[in-house]
DNA sequence: GACTAACGTTTTTTT
DNA sequence: AACGTTAGTC
C-alpha cells in the first residue's frame, strides 16, 4: 500500500490529527486550515495500518464532497482503494442499509423515497381529504413541522397544533401504504432498524471499523443517534467540524453535537485547526473580530499565514441597481487591471431574491456568470415527469408518481377519473395502480376513459416487464415508452419560446441518457431512482461551467475565492429579518463569518439605502453586524466616492486628449 | 376535459 | 415581477 502523503508537509496539529486514528477523536477545523487535506491523510494513514478500504466510512453533508473526497483518495492513493471505501451522505448510508434490510421493518424492499414537490403533493390532497379548507397552513408548513419532529428524534404525529397531528398521522400512514419513504425517514427508518435489531448493527457495526463524519456542526439529533448505533466500543470514531460555521441550525442542525461532543462518545481526543492558509490577515482579522461576538463557542482563533493584505472595503450604495452596477463594472476593471479570469470573482448573498438584479448586470456587460444552487434540475417539471414514469416502471403502486403523469400527455385520464380511482384504491387499500387495474372500477368507467386506463395500464406494465423478464436497458424502454405516448410533442405545445423548447428537450435527453448509461452498466433501475432522489445536484457543476461565481452564503461554505463581494449587508437581510423573531442572530453572524472568510485577497461588502423587494422598492439600513468589525483592517467608502473618482479619471483622460490634440 | 384569465403569493437558507 | 393556482368558460 502506498500512502502518497508525507508528514512533513502537515502542520503539528495537523500531524496529530492524522496520527489519531484509534479512539474519539474530534478535530476542530477552523475555515481554510487544510481539513479536507486533513482528513484525506488521515485515511491514507489507516490504510498504511492496516485496516482494509471497505472497512472505512466517511460520511459528508453532500454528495458532492463526497465526490469530491473520493477523487482525493484516488489521487493520493488509488481509484480501487477510492472505491473500495463507503464515502456518502448519512441519507446515502441509510437508503444502503434499508434496501438491504427495511423489510424486517415491514417495509417492501422496492420502496419509493419521496421528496420536494412529492411531499408537497401528497399533502395537499391530505389537506383537502381531511378537510382543510378553511385552514390558513400551507403543505410546507405542516411537513416542516414533521419534519423538524422527526430530525429532533420525536414522533412526527405529537405536535402541538392538534390538526397538523392528524395531517402527520395521515401522511406517515399514506407513504406507509404506498410503501413509500421520505427523505427523512431514512434516518429515521435507518436508525430504527440498527437499533431494533441487534444482529443488523452488529453486523455494520463489525464491517465499518473506522467512521470519519464530516460537516459535524450540521449534523441533528438523529443523526448523532445513528452515528451512536453505528459506532460501538472502542468507538473509533472522527469528527470533524467547526462550531463557528453551523448555519443548518434551521433545518435542526444541533451544534451541541460538536460543543458537548464528549457526552456522546467518552474522552474524545481534540485537535485544533487554526493555522489559515488561504486568506489574507486583514480578512482574518476582521471575520476574527465578528465571530468572537458569539457566545458559547468552542474558543479558537484563525492565525493567517500571509500577513497584511489589502483592507477589507465597507461599501455604501443608494440602490441594489447601483449595487450590481458597481460591481459588474468593477470585476470588468479589476479582471484587466490585476490579470484576473472570471472564476476569480465571486458574488455572495444572503437569499436567492438578490441574485437577480445581479444577472441583469452581468448579463448586459457580458460578463459569463455561473449559478450555484439556484433551480434544481431535478425539480424541472419535465425531468419530474420523465423521473416519474421511470419510477413507475420499477414498481408503479409508487401513487405520487402514477398521479403525475396519469395525464401527462393528455390521454383522456383528467381529474374526474383520477379522484374515483384513488377513492377506489382507498375503498380497497390498494395502490392507485391497482385501482386502475381493477375490473371492479374499469367496469365504472365511460367507454372511452376505459380504454384510456387499459392503454395506460398496459405500457406501463410492458416496459415493466420489458425490464424485469426480458432485461432490456431500462433507458432504452423508457425512451420508446417516452417516444410513444408522444410526450415530448405535448411539452412543446405548452413552451413559449424557442430557447424553452431547446432546454427541456435536452432536459429530457439528458435524463434519458444517464439512465441508459447506468443501465448499461448493470446497475439497476432502483438505484438510479435512488442517485436520483438522494442527489441536489445542481444542473450546472461549478467545475464545468465558467463565469464569475453568484452563490448564496449557505452553498458558498467550503468554497474559496480571490475576490469575493458580500452582497446586502442590512438589518433585515444579513441579519435576516425572520431570524430576529426566531433568535438566531448567532447563526447569521457565522453565516457572514462563512461569507468573510471565503475571500482570499480582496473582501467587499456592500450595503444599500434601497432595495427592491417583492417588486416594490423599500428603504434599509446597514447590518448591525457592521458595528461589531475591528476597523484595524477596514476602509469605509460609498458610491459616490467611487463612481465620483471613476468620472474624475475619466475628465483628467479626456482633458489630456485634448491637449495633445491641441498641441 | 381543456383552455384562458385573473388572482394571489412569493423570498432564507437544503440533505 | 414572475410564477403557480383557481375559477370560469367553451
Known amino acids: 500500500m502506498a500512502g502518497g502523503f508525507s508528514f512533513e508537509s502537515l502542520n503539528k496539529a495537523q500531524r496529530e490529527a492524522v496520527g489519531a486514528i484509534d479512539g474519539p477523536v474530534l478535530i476542530l477545523a477552523g475555515a481554510g486550515t487544510g481539513k479536507t487535506r486533513t482528513v484525506t491523510c488521515r485515511i491514507a494513514h489507516m490504510l498504511e495500518r492496516g485496516i482494509a478500504a471497505e472497512n472505512i466510512l466517511a460520511v459528508t453533508f453532500t454528495n458532492k464532497a463526497a465526490a469530491e473526497m473520493r477523487e482525493r483518495i484516488t489521487d493520493m492513493i488509488s481509484k480501487d482503494t477510492a472505491e473500495a471505501m463507503t464515502v456518502c451522505t448519512f441519507h446515502s448510508l441509510c437508503v444502503r442499509i434499508l434496501r438491504g434490510g427495511i423489510d424486517r421493518l415491514g417495509y417492501k424492499k422496492n420502496f419509493a423515497i419521496y421528496t420536494g414537490s412529492d411531499q408537497v403533493g401528497l399533502m395537499k390532497q391530505l389537506l383537502v381529504r381531511k378537510g382543510g379548507a378553511n385552514c390558513t397552513l400551507k403543505p410546507e408548513q405542516i411537513l416542516g413541522a414533521i419534519s423538524k419532529a422527526k430530525n429532533a428524534g420525536r414522533d412526527p404525529s405529537e405536535q402541538e397544533d392538534d390538526f397538523i397531528s392528524i395531517l402527520a398521522t395521515a401522511y406517515q400512514n399514506e407513504l406507509r401504504a404506498q410503501n413509500a419513504v421520505d427523505f427523512d425517514d431514512l434516518l429515521v427508518l435507518g436508525e430504527k432498524l440498527l437499533t431494533e435489531h441487534e444482529d443488523v448493527r452488529d453486523a455494520f457495526r463489525a464491517y465499518y471499523q473506522r467512521v470519519t463524519v464530516d460537516e459535524f456542526q450540521d449534523t441533528n439529533s438523529l443523526q448523532m443517534r445513528l452515528l451512536q448505533q453505528l459506532v460501538g466500543p472502542p468507538y473509533h470514531v472522527c469528527v470533524v467540524g467547526d462550531d463557528d460555521q453551523s448555519i443548518y441550525g434551521w433545518r435542526g442542525a444541533e451544534v451541541a453535537n460538536i460543543l458537548q461532543f464528549e457526552k456522546f462518545f467518552p474522552n474524545p481526543q481534540v485537535i485544533l485547526l487554526e493555522e489559515n492558509y488561504r ?298 429579518k425572520r431570524s430576529i423573531s426566531e433568535g438566531t442572530r448567532d447563526e447569521e453572524r457565522r453565516l457572514l463569518y462563512v461569507g468573510i472568510t471565503r475571500a482570499r485577497e480582496r473582501l467587499t461588502l456592500t450595503y444599500c439605502s434601497t432595495r427592491t423587494k417583492f417588486g416594490k422598492e423599500e428603504g434599509c439600513q446597514p447590518s448591525s453586524f457592521l458595528d461589531e468589525l475591528d476597523g484595524e483592517f477596514l476602509q469605509l467608502c460609498s458610491y459616490d466616492d467611487i463612481m465620483g473618482r471613476e468620472a474624475s479619471d475619466d475628465e483628467l483622460s479626456n482633458f489630456f486628449n485634448s491637449m495633445n490634440f491641441d498641441s
Open 279 to 576: 486568506s489574507t490577515n486583514a480578512v482574518l482579522h476582521t471575520a476574527n473580530s465578528l465571530i468572537k461576538h458569539n457566545i458559547g463557542r468552542r474558543p479558537k482563533v484563525l492565525i493567517s499565514t500571509r500577513a497584511g493584505g489589502v483592507p477589507v472595503r465597507i461599501v455604501s450604495m443608494p440602490g441594489d441597481a447601483e449595487e450590481a452596477e458597481f460591481i459588474a463594472e468593477e470585476i470588468i476593471e479589476e479582471k484587466n487591471l490585476a490579470k484576473k479570469t472570471w472564476e476569480d470573482f465571486a458574488v455572495l448573498f444572503r437569499t436567492n431574491g438578490q441574485c437577480r438584479k445581479l444577472e441583469e448586470a452581468l448579463r448586459e456587460r457580458k460578463i459569463p456568470y455561473r449559478m450555484v444552487g439556484a433551480q434544481s434540475f431535478f425539480d424541472r417539471r419535465e425531468i419530474r415527469d420523465v423521473i416519474a414514469y421511470a419510477q413507475l416502471m420499477a414498481a408503479p403502486e409508487s401513487d405520487v408518481a402514477l398521479l403525475r403523469v396519469l395525464n401527462a400527455p393528455n390521454r383522456g385520464i383528467g381529474q374526474t377519473t383520477a379522484v374515483l380511482a384513488t377513492d377506489h384504491s382507498r375503498a380497497i387499500h390498494r395502490s392507485v395502480w391497482e385501482a386502475l387495474c381493477d375490473p371492479a372500477f374499469t367496469s365504472q368507467l365511460s367507454t372511452k376513459t376505459r380504454g384510456s386506463v387499459e392503454e395506460f395500464v398496459a405500457m406501463i406494465a410492458g416496459a415493466k416487464t420489458k425490464i424485469d423478464m426480458a432485461k432490456q436497458n431500462a433507458g432504452q424502454v423508457l425512451r420508446e415508452m417516452i417516444h410513444e405516448m408522444e410526450y415530448i410533442p405535448w411539452l412543446m405545445r405548452g413552451c413559449k419560446t424557442e430557447k424553452e423548447r431547446d432546454v427541456r428537450t435536452e432536459g429530457i435527453g439528458s435524463i434519458i441518457k444517464q439512465l441508459e448509461e447506468y443501465s448499461a452498466k448493470g446497475k439497476k433501475l432502483q438505484s438510479f431512482l435512488d442517485a436520483v432522489s438522494l442527489s441536489s445536484e445542481r444542473e450546472d457543476d461549478l467545475e464545468t461551467k465558467q463565469g464569475v461565481t453568484l452563490i448564496t452564503l449557505h452553498a458558498s461554505k467550503g468554497l474559496e475565492f480571490p475576490y469575493v463581494y458580500l452582497v446586502g449587508v442590512e438589518e433585515g437581510t444579513l441579519p435576516h
